[in-house]
């Protein structure tokens, strides 16, 4: 799964890497949590322009949807995304690129789970597909979740799965409102190539999700 991330990069590469006509006025964070707004990239009508809006982390599913857990779902496996009637209309038209700087995932252990942080070696962003749903009549507010795949070579002794990272030249298709068949985009949802990231162990600090600041990506 994907339950943490960050995104501290500065606004102006966010704008250049994901296409924006204005640079975003966005805060540092180091431990992004579900529930929380997070930074979404959505294209709303075809040819339009491309632009980034504060999304709740978490869809809230209706009753009968197939959601075992309480509380909303952070997370979709890609390999039932098609055809799961929770995400299904949600992949065909209102899918979503989710900027990030790095991802947390924790390896097991008889102990405390030591956290890791991934990010590209380079520093560049990161971009997780992700589906929308729009703000309900009741009140509840528009949200998305982080598409998940199985894990790369770096990331299988860490966690069984990982989010589905888009690479830059297919933006333009994932972020696509309509036109664009779902049986196309299978090709997206795969695992990230291992060799363009790298995987640092950090403290404890993060392992609070009420903790915020740059002593999340403490070295452990």
Not at 35 to 58: C, F, I, K
Not at 104 to 116: C, D, N, T, V
Request: proline share 12%; with cysteine; glycine share 8%.
């Amino acid at each position: 799964m994907c339950g943490r991330f960050t995104l501290t990069l500065p606004p102006d590469l966010i704008a250049e890497a994901f296409g924006l006509d204005d640079v975003p006025v966005l805060e540092a964070r180091y431990n992004i949590a579900p529930t929380q707004p997070m930074a979404v990239v959505r294209r709303l009508a075809p040819g339009g322009p491309r632009q980034l809006d504060l999304l709740r982390w978490g869809v809230t599913l209706p009753p009968g949807e197939g959601s075992r857990r309480c509380g909303p779902v952070i997370n979709a496996r890609s390999e039932s995304l098609a055809t799961r009637p929770a995400f299904r209309d949600a992949f065909r038209r209102r899918r979503c690129l989710v900027p990030a700087g790095g991802f947390y995932e924790w390896a097991p252990g008889s102990g405390r789970r030591q956290a890791f942080h991934i990010a590209r070696k380079d520093g560049r962003p990161l971009a997780f597909a992700g589906v929308w749903e729009p703000a309900a009549p009741a009140g509840a507010p528009a949200s998305a979740v982080i598409l998940t795949t199985e894990p790369n070579e770096l990331l299988r002794p860490i966690h069984d799965r990982m989010p589905v990272i888009v690479d830059p030249a297919d933006y333009d298709r994932w972020l696509a409102p309509e036109g664009t068949a779902p049986e196309t985009l299978t090709g997206l949802l795969k695992p990230y190539p291992a060799e363009l990231l790298a995987a640092r162990a950090v403290g404890p600090t993060v392992n609070n999700a009420q903790n915020e600041g740059v002593a999340c990506l403490d070295p452990a």
